[in-house]
């Protein structure tokens, strides 16, 4: 039986082809929201969506929009059945009530859970949004990934960011750490995006959304060190344009290195951080 860490735990590509977990030392990771298992035909299958997770061969996943409602109906209680048909662990990040259940992000791994922290990114009249983080041991690798779902206005983006910055800004640059999300930001020269490549470098972007015609990157996948996420792509299946409104982003992440393209890319220095503290009135 999978394992799920509950609250109260503390210490444009085309498709992408499944792959087995640690090959060349690379950890295959992915951002997808699963739009509470309903997909483009308006039809709610969490059997479609294991399917789908199943085709991607990850072992790190982020999961946003999960409805984990209790009740006897086959959509309920949606990361435990998504757990067990991946044979993968999960890691609950749930911050909203609904339908007397719990709704939001979520980690499925496959590595070794060290610790579990729950951010709250809510912001008074907006609906409840957190971040997900968890360390994880990863062939020996204190490894860090933080999933996450923002609002949908860019005053509220702005804020959620800014915290977000102020988390990973206390992590050694050089420390492995993912951030994966529904960033729902529109605009690729947003702010946000702007403070967040700051921080991690500007990976590829590709387009997620909407799942049967994608035309916006609202997905994303940045990783620690700088160069390390070596591949991005939106899979692209006829299973997964149908099993949600969003496609899932898979990444490619090898933990410690750096392509030499970035070697001399700008660090998180002091002059980064000043900045991003000015312009978040951190």
């Keep these: 039986m999978q394992r799920k860490h509950d609250a109260a735990e503390a210490p444009d590509s085309g498709q992408c082809d499944a792959r087995d977990p640690g090959r ?32 991607l061969g990850c072992d790190l996943i982020g ?3 999960v409805d984990n409602s209790p009740g006897p109906a086959p959509t309920s209680l949606q990361l435990e ?4 048909r991946t044979g993968m662990d999960a890691v609950a990040g749930l911050r909203v009530v609904r339908h007397m259940g719990h ?29 997900l983080d968890v360390e994880l041991d990863v062939e020996g690798i204190t490894t860090r990934v933080v999933v996450t779902h923002l609002g949908l206005l860019p005053g509220e983006r702005r804020q959620q960011i800014g915290k ?8 050694s640059e050089h420390e492995p750490l993912a951030l994966l999300g ?20 500007r990976p590829p972007s590709v387009r997620s959304f909407p799942s049967m015609f994608p035309v916006l990157s609202l997905d994303r996948i940045w990783t620690r060190p ?23 982003v898979v990444g490619e992440w090898r933990i410690g290195s750096r392509s030499r393209s970035n070697l001399d890319a700008p660090s998180d220095n002091d002059f980064v951080h000043a900045r991003l503290r000015k312009q ?3």
């Design 280 to 282: 978040l009135d951190l």
């Design 81 to 84: 059945y998504l757990a067990a």
């Design 63 to 65: 999961l946003q929009e």
């Design 164 to 171: 977000i910055v102020a988390m990973v800004r206390e992590a």
């Design 24 to 55: 060349n030392g690379a950890v295959r990771l992915a951002s997808y929201n699963i739009h509470r298992c309903v997909g483009s035909d308006g039809r709610c299958d969490p059997g479609r969506v294991a399917d789908v997770l199943g085709e």
């Design 103 to 131: 709704y939001g992000n979520a980690l499925l791994t496959r590595h070794r859970v060290l610790t579990v922290r729950r951010h709250d990114l809510s912001l008074s009249r907006y609906e409840p949004r957190g971040a």
């Design 226 to 248: 700088r160069g390390s996420l070596h591949s991005v792509a939106a899979h692209r299946s006829r299973l997964a344009r149908k099993a949600s409104d969003h496609l899932p």
């Design 182 to 201: 529904d960033i729902n930001e529109w605009l690729p020269v947003g702010r946000p995006l702007r403070w967040i490549h700051a921080l991690f470098g």
